[in-house]
């Protein structure tokens, strides 16, 4: 990702801020700006020093890389619709990495 589809952007956001989004941004380390969620008990937290938003603050990184990382078909599918609701292109400016 580093040398592909982050290039050139201000850094990535990872959609999920369960297990599983939080072992990937671990991964992204200084190349990750915020989570996303739609889990209001994770709202407004901090991860590794970065905010939890919801999917409406999800706009404010919009030169970011969106990466979804999240368990299960279902949710990978929910966030795929969020995302492509907000008019992102997944292959370009998303990628579900889980």
Sequence with gaps: ????????RPGAVVWGAG????SFGRELGADL????EVDPRKLGKRIYGL???P????????EALWLGAVA???SRE?????????????????????
């Excluded at 990702?1 to 050139?8: A, C, I, M, P, V």
């Excluded at 700006?33 to 996303?36: D, M």
């Design 72 to 74: 299960g078909e279902e």
């Design 51 to 53: 905010p939890v938003v």
């Design 1 to 8: 990702l580093r040398d592909t589809l982050l290039r050139g």
């Design 19 to 22: 297990p599983v989004g939080k």
């Design 55 to 62: 999917v409406d603050e999800a706009p404010r990184f919009a």
């Design 33 to 36: 700006v915020a989570f996303v």
């Design 78 to 98: 929910r966030v795929r619709g969020l995302v492509a609701a907000q008019g992102r292109r997944e292959g370009t400016d998303f990628v579900a990495v889980a």
